[in-house]
Nanobody, 123 residues
Framework: QLQVVESGGGLVQPGGSLRLSCVASGFTLDRYAIGWFRQAPGKEREGVSC????????RYADSVKGRFTISRDNAKNTVYLQMNSLKLEDTAVYYC????????????????WGQGTQVTVSS
């Protein structure tokens, strides 16, 4: 059973930072690309960042580029999303998901989803 679990969300003030973790089980992470997505109330799920199986390719949505950094430690079966300079509009439930072969920021191309972790940015 392929499974990913997110953690690290919480409440932060604007300008603050959080680091999200995505831990995989039931499969070997080093053969999967991992994506981070978010969904705010009343909005569609959107791609935030993704990383290739070896970490050589990283992609970011324009809205987070320069503020967020994705990385992975395949030995720990973990992918991280470091989020800095957080804004009110970053408030959402954040999900990680896995797919084989290729990176993508399209949530429709992912089948293996975590349950999400809430990130709230509030003054």
């Amino acid at each position: 059973q392929l499974q990913v679990v997110e953690s690290g969300g919480g409440l932060v003030q604007p300008g603050g930072s959080l680091r999200l973790s995505c831990v995989a089980s039931g499969f070997t992470l080093d053969r999967y690309a991992i994506g981070w997505f978010r969904q705010a109330p009343g909005k569609e799920r959107e791609g935030v960042s993704c990383i290739s199986s070896r970490g050589g390719i990283k992609r970011y949505a324009d809205s987070v580029k320069g503020r967020f950094t994705i990385s992975r430690d395949n030995a720990k079966n973990t992918v991280y999303l470091q989020m800095n300079s957080l804004k009110l509009e970053d408030t959402a439930v954040y999900y990680c998901a896995a797919r084989s072969r290729h990176t993508s920021l399209n949530p429709k191309e992912y089948n293996n989803w975590g349950q999400g972790t809430q990130v709230t940015v509030s003054s």
